[in-house]
């Protein structure tokens, strides 16, 4: 169903997991950041996931404001949960790095931006940031990224797959094929990104997958003979626990996932509080830890400057004691 | 000639946020792979040097991107180079094998180890003869190399000969992806009209066009054709209005008659006015490229049609007589290559130069992102 160029792909390679992977990825991670701590807050993957969707849902409304194609929004939104596989927010806060995603997303997708419009773009809105402030966690990011800076969005197939249709089924169908596509597209470009489905299905699995939700009958008939059992039924796994939200997936009740299903805004922020109140008095400590280890550093630098000023000092009054001349008079 | 830069420690003093935690350690380990040895070319841009994979011994080449300033962050040509080698994975295409961050937060990016390209054994005519197997062979690696970016949705937008590099067992490999982009995306942005190393570059880009597409890989590679057999650039112009010049004298004028539509282009003007030609047909290629067979004259034809829908696609032109037809290719590994330190050093160069730019040309005005007002830069045919 993916051509080959799937299979090698970055995405393919390193963004492509079972729930328990993922789920044990992101619980490895946050265990990682917390590791320093003598007494470590009781944050789990589930908190840092709702700060994570939270921070989602204020990155979404970001692109909004500064009008960027459907191709940056995602690219971004997939930064950022790319990102945070492998970074706690207890190390670095997803705030943070809204900005600073969502300039390299549009570095890649369009081929750059200029830095001053962007300043003031976002100055718009509220958030004042610098250049330096956008740049620097560029690096830390594209690393962090494993340097797969694609990203292949399930909605560019969307036009093909209506051609296919239509051939199938005949211009009578072409009005129901339609607007079947594009509540696919809303939903691949909207609440999509509020879950895990990006992690757990390959591109075409997803575009299937948001079609066979908006007429079962019609991508039913299609599917049949072109699609192995095991194929369609991954796609109708897809739409029931991600689309519908109706069910989970048999024998997963992992809790660093982001299921399927409406999200309550509100819920949302009051349970991301919560969690980002426990991430606040980690990065607390550890800066502390991060300040005394610095001072402690200085301390010693100063100790060693003293010592070397003493060995100086003594070596020019040796210079000075061994002049065949004698000592200054 | 490159200028030397004048402080390295500059990239040490750059804000830099540092890496943490898990990414730390993945990027300490894929460091930890590799030894840096000698270096072996050296630019503003980049820095390469020889290296081994400690585990296996095999060679690489590490180049290093300076970021000049802190105030640029990643280069745009080091990013499309990164994004688009990390996606295609192709006998014919140079293979990237890792990415890490240096000590003083330079970007190394670790390629495969290449013995020289097609440019240093086109020009060496002294020490170098061949015929039409050896051509066939190195056309046909390369439009299978350009087959994969294209059916994978990248664009080259860079195909010239000292791109082409060699393998010491005579694999051809694309190489420097600075300019790729990728193509086909519905509702997607216009594209520049700047990109191309000035003589491999095809007509609708001097004329403006916005919406190409693979068929200005495929002239460009064309051009590379007609390079191979004559031994020197066939379009060698010395400004872009005399390039496009060059063009319509040798291939043709570009008319509404053999290209419909290209007077609606944004820059579009009949160059040679005085003097309007009409398309290259076969007895010109008869004329030119006598050594090689009417197939292969046909295929070179294909590729350089005015008109980019005429063009043949890099599927059909593998799919041409001419690779069937004896003398067959020859085998990579009997392919002449150079050995000697000069190709060594000359992989150095291409590897470390800017995208788009050309030390022969004296420099480049390609759209590489940040080089600033010169991009702007468009044809003047009024002051003709």
């Known amino acids: 169903m993916d051509n080959s160029g799937y299979i090698l792909s970055t995405q393919n390679r390193h963004y492509s997991f079972t729930p328990t992977e993922l789920s044990s990825l992101r619980k490895h991670t946050l265990e990682l950041s917390l590791t320093p701590l003598a007494s470590p807050p009781a944050l789990t993957a589930h908190h840092t996931l709702k700060i994570l969707t939270h921070y989602t849902l204020t990155l979404s409304k970001l692109c909004h404001h500064f009008g960027v194609p459907s191709a940056v929004r995602g690219t971004a939104i997939t930064i950022l949960h790319r990102l945070y596989l492998h970074l706690s927010p207890v190390t670095t806060h997803p705030k943070t790095l809204l900005l600073p995603i969502l300039l390299l997303a549009m570095k890649t997708e369009l081929g750059g931006t200029s830095i001053s419009q962007f300043i003031r773009t976002a100055e718009e809105v509220g958030l004042s940031t610098t250049k330096k402030e956008l740049q620097s966690p560029e690096l830390m990011i594209a690393a962090g990224l494993r340097w797969s800076l694609t990203v ?22 072409d009005a129901r094929i339609r607007k079947a596509s594009q509540k696919a597209r809303q939903w691949l470009t909207g609440d999509c990104f509020m879950t895990d489905a990006g992690f757990l299905y390959t591109p075409s699995q997803l575009l299937w997958a ?81 300040k005394r280890a610095e001072e402690e550093a200085l301390g010693r630098e100063a100790e060693e400057r003293e010592r070397r000023k003493k060995k100086r000092k003594m070596e020019m009054e040796k210079m000075k004691a061994d002049d065949v001349f004698g000592p200054a008079l | 000639m490159d200028t030397p830069t004048l402080s390295v420690s500059a990239d040490a ?121 050896e051509i066939k062979s190195w056309m046909a690696m390369s439009l299978r190399g350009l087959w994969w970016c294209h059916i994978n949705g990248v664009l080259h937008r860079d195909i010239k000969p000292n791109n082409l590099l060699y393998t010491t067992n005579g694999v051809l490999k694309l190489a420097d992806f600075g300019l790729a982009r990728n193509f086909g995306e519905p509702g997607e942005v216009r594209m520049t009209a700047q990109v191309i190393t000035r003589w491999y570059r095809p007509p609708e880009l001097f004329f403006g066009a916005r919406s190409y597409s693979s068929a200005v890989d495929v002239f460009s590679l064309g051009l590379v054709f007609a390079e191979l057999i004559k031994r020197v650039p066939l379009l060698a112009g010395d400004s872009d209005v005399g390039q496009l010049q060059l063009i319509a004298r040798t291939l043709g004028t570009p008319t509404e008659s053999n290209w419909p539509g290209v007077s609606k282009l944004p820059s579009y003007v009949i160059p040679n006015a005085d003097d309007v030609k009409p398309e290259a047909d076969r007895a010109f290629y008869r004329m030119n ?55 060594l050093e000359k992989v150095g160069q291409d590897l470390k130069r800017r995208a788009g730019f050309d ?17 702007a830069r468009r044809l003047d045919f009024g002051a003709m």
Request: charged share 35%; proline share 3%.
């Open chain 1, 152 to 173: 292949r969005h399930p909605w560019r197939g969307l036009d093909g797959a209506m051609v296919v249709l239509i051939r199938e089924f005949g211009d009578q169908e």
């Open chain 1, 210 to 290: 948001a079609l066979w939700a908006q007429d079962q009958e019609l991508i039913d008939r299609y599917m049949k003979g072109r699609f192995s059992d095991e194929v369609a039924e991954k796609i109708k796994e897809c739409a029931d626990v991600f689309v519908f939200g109706t069910r989970k997936i048999a024998g997963c009740e992992e809790e660093a996932i982001r299921w399927g299903g409406a999200v309550n805004e509100k819920e949302l922020v009051s349970e991301a509080k919560v969690g980002d109140r426990m991430v606040h008095l980690a990065r607390k400590e550890l800066d502390q830890g991060r």
């Open chain 2, 13 to 133: 003093d750059a804000p830099v946020m540092l890496l943490t935690g898990d990414i730390a350690r993945f990027n300490d380990e894929t460091r930890d792979k590799y030894t840096k040895g000698q270096k072996i070319g050296e630019g503003t841009y980049a820095v390469v040097f020889k290296g081994h994979e400690k585990v296996t011994g095999r060679p690489v080449a590490i180049k290093k991107i300076k970021i000049s300033s802190a105030d640029d962050g990643m280069s745009l040509d080091s990013l499309r180079e990164i994004k688009h080698l990390q996606e295609l994975h192709h006998e014919n295409i140079i293979e990237l094998l890792d990415i890490f961050v240096g000590k003083r937060h330079n970007i190394h990016v670790v390629l495969e180890h290449l013995a020289g390209d097609l440019e240093g054994i086109i020009r060496d005519t002294k020490n170098f003869l061949f015929g039409s197997s």
């Open chain 2, 289 to 343: 490229f006598f050594s090689i067979s009417q197939s292969g004259q046909d295929l070179m034809r294909f590729m350089l049609r005015l008109d980019p829908r005429k063009r043949i696609s890099c599927r059909q032109a593998l799919e041409s007589e001419w690779f069937k037809e004896e003398p067959l290719p020859t085998k990579p590994e009997n392919l002449p290559i150079k050995k000697d330190k000069e190709a």
């Open chain 2, 359 to 375: 030390e022969r040309m004296d420099g480049g005005d390609l759209d590489v992102g940040n080089r600033g007002s010169k991009v």
